[in-house]
């Protein structure tokens, strides 16, 4: 059925997107486009609703106003919600990476990745646990499989994270700030991990602060600001030739 | 030394009364308060409303009036319990009320993140309650359940109010009749002997438990 549509390509698009907390407009009326394969890297300071975008993409918060689809079906069609099994089946499509990774602590690394698809999709053990081991492998953790959370490093945990999210086999993965809690000498394995997921043509939305991520592995860069979009454009030309002003103070004071 | 051997088998009937009290009070009172504590922290609001009355009822009166209340007033109005019942059914209510309060506490004191990960991995809610929040609440109300537990080994002998005979009221009555002190000595034994072997159960169940924690 997609396949006929000229715009088959597109995974997420979000037009017109609203919300506000308790009054104060945090997404003053976002579009955003992402295609099959493409790395959109949304960046700006903190405050400026980048991660309460993210997170409306699916349904952690909810829009007030706008439209969100996802592969070409209606998570939300202006600002009413798919229900049931519609918006549970749109959101399967999804796989979410947190700033504090949220790894379930009682459970063991491979338990983290098993646990979703045998719950959720009814998978048996010996069904899943090769894919789950293959995911571990490409993250460099094979060796950890039996550890609990609180034995890893950040890097560590952060990178199960990404394979537990991968686990799902979603189509498009979005990353909230996924390096922010981190040491700074831990950054590196985990972004290495995200450029490995982006040469696979993974579809990434990935909210960051690490400006070189972005200018080295997005397709496109998203700079927000008071809950606006200033700028946006393909990495070169929005970092070496920003045109708003607001983006060029935030970017003399990144680099 | 044969009194003392006819005092100890004595008192061990009455520590039986005083087990079985203790025991189908944990074994009502800790799914009870569970499901009570789900309900308080349910988004309908009546319902949390009503349990929220429930608890403060229950902490806010004596557990030696509830029992009493349960055992003389209920009969006035038609309600007609044998004595132990009535005994479990005060116990209960009191300590599934408690046992809320620590449940309660332990669910809130999971981050959010945890839901979110849960959410966002495709988890219903009551996926997510057993697999992810309940098992981590188990290690964190642990401690606080382990005391009550043990309030409650010794709240038994309230029961005494309620002329049943057990433990404490076993030495008390022999007291009374032989003029001697060492059924109250043996008392403490024994509940100091139930504690000691609440205290070691715990400590295993905590140390399993715990065993991702570094």
Same mark, same amino acid.
């Given at each position: 059925?997609? !396949? &006929?549509?000229p715009?088959?390509?597109?995974m ?8 506000s907390?308790?009054? !104060?407009?945090?997404? @003053?009326?976002?579009? #955003?486009e992402?295609? @099959?394969?493409?790395?959109l ?5 903190s405050?400026?609703?980048?991660? &309460?975008l993210?997170?409306?993409? !699916? ?10 689809? #996802? ?6 069609? @202006?600002?009413?919600y798919? &229900? ?10 999804t ?7 949220n790894?379930f ?5 491979m338990? !983290?990745?098993?646990?979703?698809p045998?719950?959720v ?10 894919l ?9 953790l ?15 945990q952060?990178r199960?994270a990404i ?7 979603p ?19 985990v972004?290495? &991990? ?15 602060h ?7 592995a997005?397709?496109?860069?998203i ?5 606006n979009?200033v700028e946006?454009? @393909? ?5 070496e ?15 | %030394? ?6 100890v088998?004595? %008192?061990?009937?009455?520590t039986?009364?005083? +087990?079985? *009290?203790f025991?189908i009070?944990?074994?009502?009172? +800790?799914?009870i308060g ?10 309908f ?13 229950m ?5 030696? +009036?509830?029992?009493?209340?349960v ?9 007609? +319990?044998?004595d132990?019942a ?5 116990f ?5 009320a ?19 990960a849960?959410?966002t ?23 606080p ?18 002329? %049943? ?5 076993v030495?008390r009555? *022999?007291?009374?009749r ?7 000595v043996?008392?403490?034994?024994f ?6 072997i ?17």
């Open positions: 059925m997609g !396949n &006929t549509r715009d088959s390509n597109v997420l698009r979000m037009t017109d997107i609203r919300k907390f308790s009054g !104060n407009e945090v997404l @003053k009326g976002i579009d #955003i992402v295609r @099959k394969g493409e790395l890297a949304i960046i700006g300071p405050g400026s609703g980048k991660s &309460t993210l997170r409306c993409v !699916n349904m952690l918060e909810t829009i007030d106003d706008g439209s969100i689809s #996802i592969e070409g079906e209606f998570l939300a069609d @202006k600002g009413v798919a &229900t049931g099994d519609k918006a549970r089946r749109i959101l399967g499509c796989g979410m990476v947190f700033q504090q990774f790894l602590p009682h459970m063991t690394v338990e !983290n990745l098993l646990e979703a045998m719950q999709k009814g998978m048996k053990r010996k069904e899943i646990q090769p789950a081991e293959e995911l571990l492998a490409k993250v460099g094979s060796d950890r499989a039996d550890y609990y959370p609180s034995q890893l490093s950040g890097g560590q952060q199960v394979a537990r999210a991968l686990a799902m086999k189509d498009i993965m979005l990353f909230d700030e996924p390096t922010s809690a981190l040491d700074p000498e831990l950054t590196g394995e972004l290495k &991990t995200m450029r490995e997921l982006a040469e696979e043509h993974m579809t990434m939305v990935v909210v960051t690490e400006m070189a991520f972005a200018r080295e997005a397709s496109k860069v700079f927000m600001a008071d809950g979009i946006q454009g @393909k990495p070169e030309e929005f970092f030739h920003p045109r708003e002003e607001r983006t060029k103070a935030f970017l003399r004071n990144m680099l | %030394m044969e009194n003392l051997l006819h005092t088998v004595l %008192m061990l009937e009455g039986q009364v005083t +087990l079985e *009290i025991f009070t944990l074994l009502l009172a +800790l799914p569970l499901l009570a504590s789900l309900a308080r922290l349910s988004r609001r009546p319902l949390s409303l009503l349990m929220e009355f429930y608890i403060w009822l902490r806010g009166t004596p557990l030696m +009036l509830q029992l009493l209340f055992y003389f007033a209920l009969p006035m109005i038609g309600v007609m +319990l044998p132990i009535a005994a479990l059914l005060a209960t209510l009191n300590y599934a408690y046992f809320a309060e620590i449940f309660r506490a332990g669910i809130q004191s999971i981050p959010k993140g945890q839901y979110e849960a959410k991995l495709g988890m219903t809610y009551p996926t997510t309650m057993r697999r992810i929040i309940l098992p981590q609440v188990i290690r964190i109300v642990l401690p359940v382990s005391n009550e537990t043990i309030n409650l080994v010794k709240d038994t002998s309230l029961i005494y109010i309620l002329a %049943m005979n057990d433990l404490l009221r030495a009555t *022999i007291v009374q032989e003029f001697d002190m060492t059924p109250f043996v008392a403490a034994v509940y100091l002997a139930m504690t000691f609440l205290t070691w159960l715990f400590k295993k169940l905590e140390a399993h438990y715990g065993k991702y924690e570094t």
